[in-house]
């Protein structure tokens, strides 16, 4: 189902660098996405070889459509590569702010709360963010440090 693409976690330093990491990423190498699973799986491994990987309940959540059990998704997660992290209540708030700056910008779709709060808890936390929905992360939360194609 895409895992084979991790490899074993390699030994960190203390000064290793945390990503939080998007749903997009593991939706593609969870679905062998063909324009998109060879990117993922690289700067996923790339992130995990150079520090912490971790992922919220909103991620868990939208990585979860993906698998009949709960154990399956353990799997697939397992919590030996992946840091499990509640969602901080300062990233609550600035996540509203984003989206509430969306909004007022123009923007349409009603149910996007879950990006920003993934991007605030990044924000927050000063982790850095694999994903590849930067132009909106950039957008809203200018001083975050992403991982994205572009980059």
């Known amino acids: 189902m895409g895992s084979e693409r991790l ?5 960190r330093p203390a000064d290793a660098a945390t990503t939080l990491v998007d749903t997009n990423v593991l939706l593609d190498i969870f679905t062998d996405d063909p324009r ?3 990117w993922s799986g ?15 309940p909103i991620v868990y959540a939208e ?5 009949a059990r709960i154990e399956d998704l353990d ?14 209540y300062p990233a609550g708030f600035l996540a509203g702010k984003a989206y509430a700056t969306y909004r007022a910008q ?9 990006d920003f709060y993934i991007g605030a808890h990044a924000a927050v ?4 963010l694999l994903t590849r929905d930067g ?5 809203y939360f200018p001083k975050l440090e992403l991982i994205t194609p572009e980059r």
């Open 7 to 11: 490899r074993a976690v390699a030994h």
């Open 36 to 38: 998109w699973a060879d």
């Open 42 to 56: 690289v700067a996923l491994a790339e992130a995990r070889d150079a520090g912490v990987l971790v992922v919220n």
């Open 63 to 67: 990585v979860s459509v993906r698998f």
């Open 75 to 88: 799997e697939a997660l397992p919590a030996g590569d992946f840091l499990r992290e509640e969602l901080p």
């Open 106 to 114: 123009g923007g349409t779709k009603r149910s996007p709360i879950a």
């Open 125 to 128: 936390c000063g982790y850095r």
């Open 135 to 139: 132009a909106r992360y950039r957008t």
